[in-house]
């Protein structure tokens, strides 16, 4: 994500100039991330089957997206500070037209693979440009609020990439889908060059990356939400991406019209779980409780949900697999706990720091899950058995619990 950076001295728009010309297009591009970012968790059937992908292949696949995100993170997080956001969301979201249209013609892996990093790569930075183009033109203490809708902007692009997508497949198929994303993704960067004000170059000075990163990770507050919010964020980005789709295939047995309406139903979840965070963090607050609790209670919650998967609590698989996505929004906790508790010349780093590491470890889940899965041989109906989902979603639970542990021994300890 990125920081909240201090409003140049630029003219104000009206609430519905800024609305127009800065929230929607940006907006949009969030969305369209979003959307290509979950839409392997519908394509997943027709992609391993065109290509014969083993769940490894499609893991890597699909988490490649992961892998780029991360690794741009830094030098957009530096670009968008020297030239701002309307020339850099240009030039990326011209960059992952390009990947789109790639993944619709690639014939083999690799080639897929590589498309799949080029549109990591350009829709980097969809939400650090949102946030950074926005706290331009409004005061600082709307963010948090401005944070949520695009959030839930997010989520409804994530629910696009169910039931929508599937029907988009009765006239197309999914190499067509591409190629309208890639169209789409252009035609936005370009909305966005034309419509954003434009304003002189935010002139911010360079400063050493390295030793700032070293004073973020040196001060005990952002270690102290990583530590309980960081592994839970990426296995929530790393499942809901891929896993959860099929895992309702594989082990719940749904038929793919009834895998596509559950996506939806959990991709729209997070739009609602999004603004209840807000709400209940505010609530919370009111009464002495600081977020950081909130977000040790809601990680409680979703540790006990993914546990329903370890153990198969089958009277239960539709309900499992939006509860999944409804609790874990409260993993988006993380970048306000770190903008309100780190010193405000850090928070710009920090903002991408936590980002960096948030995609490296929803890439390593994605990846890792498939890698788990594909030990086991395959029924005779050509699916994973269920135990081969239960040991991944058990390797993910111990990950998460020593997190929930240092925390309780901390408040323990404070109290």
């Not at 030239?83 to 390009?98: D, E, N, S, T």
């Not at 169209?183 to 966005?192: P, W």
Request: net charge positive; glycine share 10%.
């Amino acid at each position: 994500m990125q920081p909240s950076l201090a409003a140049p001295a630029t003219p104000r728009l009206t609430g519905v100039a800024v609305f127009l010309y800065v929230f929607l297009p940006f907006a949009l591009g969030h969305y369209l991330s979003s959307l290509l970012r979950n839409v392997n968790a519908v394509l997943a059937s027709h992609l391993a089957g065109e290509l014969a992908l083993t769940p490894g292949q499609l893991g890597l696949l699909t988490s490649a997206f992961f892998f780029a995100f991360a690794l741009v993170q830094l030098p957009v997080g530096i670009a968008l500070d020297r030239h701002g956001p309307r020339l850099v969301q240009l030039a990326m979201l011209l960059l992952a037209a390009c990947g789109a249209l790639l993944f619709a013609r690639g014939t083999s892996f690799t080639q897929l693979l590589l498309a799949r990093a080029v549109m990591g790569c350009g829709l980097g930075g969809c939400f650090m440009a949102a946030v950074k183009a926005v706290s331009t033109w409004i005061a600082p203490s709307r963010l948090p609020s401005v944070h949520g809708y695009l959030i839930a902007v997010g989520g409804l692009g994530a629910a696009t990439a169910t039931t929508p997508v599937r029907a988009a497949l009765e006239y197309t198929d999914w190499r067509g889908l591409f190629l309208l994303f890639g169209a789409l993704v252009a035609c936005t960067g370009l909305l966005i060059a034309l419509l954003y004000p434009r304003v002189e170059s935010p002139g911010t000075r360079r400063g050493p990356l390295l030793q700032a990163l070293r004073e973020v990770w040196r001060t005990p507050s952002f270690r102290s939400v990583i530590s309980l919010v960081l592994a839970p964020h990426a296995v929530f980005f790393g499942v809901q991406g891929l896993w959860i789709g099929r895992w309702l295939s594989d082990v719940a047995r749904f038929p793919e019209p009834a895998v596509a309406y559950l996506l939806y139903l959990s991709m729209a979840a997070v739009i609602f779980g999004a603004i209840a965070v807000g709400m209940v963090t505010e609530w919370a607050g009111r009464r002495g409780m600081p977020p950081l609790d909130v977000a040790a209670a809601g990680v409680t919650v979703f540790v006990l949900v993914q546990a329903g998967f370890v153990i198969g609590y089958q009277p239960s698989f539709q309900l499992l697999s939006v509860l999944f996505t409804l609790v874990g929004t409260i993993t988006g906790i993380e970048y306000a706990i770190v903008a309100q508790s780190m010193p405000k010349e850090l928070t710009g780093r920090a903002a991408t720091f936590l980002n960096l590491l948030i995609f490296i470890g929803a890439f390593l889940v994605q990846a890792g899950f498939g890698l788990v899965v594909g030990l086991w041989k395959p029924e005779l109906s050509g699916r994973p058995p269920a135990v081969a989902y239960q040991t991944a979603f058990a390797l993910l639970l111990l990950v998460q619990l020593p997190g929930l542990w240092k925390f309780a021994r901390r408040r323990k300890a404070a109290a």
